[in-house]
């Protein structure tokens, strides 16, 4: 097969298409030849040589990918040679055929091309496990999503609305912010202008927000928590900002506060497979009713994959970015 390869840490040109070899698929796998693929912030910082893939996963950059099930590897039921699916990965979506075990696996949502799927999974499951697994998102509170134009921030907008929650969100300049309001965002910081602590206490009455989602990591730790409620629950989930920060204890527990950290790629195979199976349970039918969309700024053809990164790096962007096969 061909692929994307990452021969030397580097730019957006370190991104070769090259033949490697074919996966098989081993025991509770199956093989997916790949129709198309999504780009993440965590293959930029792979293809810079910052964040290497798991032990026995991929070498290739990929964290989700839509495509039809071509082998079937032993110990796998349920799912047959044909089926259009899309999957969350550990790495290699970036290719022309991945293995992936059997539990990442979902069907492709009724109402979304093939090539679209590709868009769902990593954005569905990261969302999912941290607004509501970890988070516990409860009908009338409020949550503040961090980037709220991003891949992860437009799915986190929609599926807080969906249960009921008021949504405030973070993002750079009024086109965004108009993008963000249309998908339901309540409260529109823009983050270049306006203090999000500030604004949230506003418009919660001076309260703040019982969830925060968060992309951002140090630089906001402590703003974070001042802008948390009462018994409010902070998720970071990425460190665009730096990794180290000083945080006033005594901020968080006066408000009974709770900081969890997450990542998703390095989860064994058994954590990602009970995300996948609530996603499939909770957000599915929401895609398939059309409460729930998948949003794209714009489809490359896998060969220019260096260009993709190149407009994920420059931010210029609203929802996910696909590379096709």
Not at 62 to 76: F, K, M, N, T, Y
Request: hydrophobic share 45%; proline share 6%.
């Amino acid at each position: 097969m061909h692929a994307i390869s990452i021969e030397q840490p580097g730019g957006p040109e370190a991104l070769v298409w090259a033949e490697a070899p074919d996966p098989v698929p081993g025991e509770g796998e199956v093989l997916v030849d790949v129709v198309a693929s999504a780009v993440n912030r965590a293959d930029v910082l792979q293809r810079q040589g910052f964040y290497n893939p798991p032990p026995g996963a991929s070498p290739h950059p990929g964290l989700e990918c839509s495509g039809r099930i071509s082998a079937v590897g032993p110990g796998v039921s349920g799912w047959a040679v044909g089926d259009e699916v899309c999957a969350l990965l550990s790495g290699g979506g970036y290719a022309e055929r991945v293995a992936v075990p059997a539990g990442q696996l979902l069907p492709v949502p009724e109402g979304v091309d093939l090539v679209t799927a590709a868009a769902l999974p990593e954005a569905a499951c990261t969302v999912w496990s941290n607004l509501f697994m970890v988070a516990r998102v409860r009908p009338g509170e409020t949550v503040l999503v961090h980037g709220g134009s991003s891949g992860i921030g437009t799915m986190a907008i929609q599926l807080a609305k969906a249960v009921g929650a008021t949504v405030a969100v973070t993002a750079g300049g009024p086109e965004k912010l108009a993008r963000c309001k249309e998908l339901g965002a309540d409260v529109l910081i823009d983050y270049r202008e306006q203090d999000f602590v500030a604004e949230v206490r506003a418009a919660t009455g001076g309260a703040g927000a019982d969830v925060i989602l968060d992309i951002i990591g140090a630089k906001y730790l402590a703003r974070n928590v001042d802008a948390l409620a009462v018994n409010g629950r902070l998720a970071v989930i990425g460190l665009q900002g730096g990794a180290k920060a000083e945080l006033n204890l005594g901020t968080l527990l006066s408000k009974r506060a709770a900081i969890a950290g997450t990542t998703l790629r390095a989860r064994p195979s058994a954590e990602k497979a009970a995300i996948v199976a609530a996603v499939r349970e909770h957000v599915w039918p929401l895609v398939a009713a059309g409460r729930i969309r998948p949003v794209v700024h714009a489809v490359y053809p896998v060969r220019e994959a260096a260009e993709a990164h190149r407009t994920m790096e420059s931010s210029t962007h609203v929802g996910k970015l696909l590379l096709t096969m």
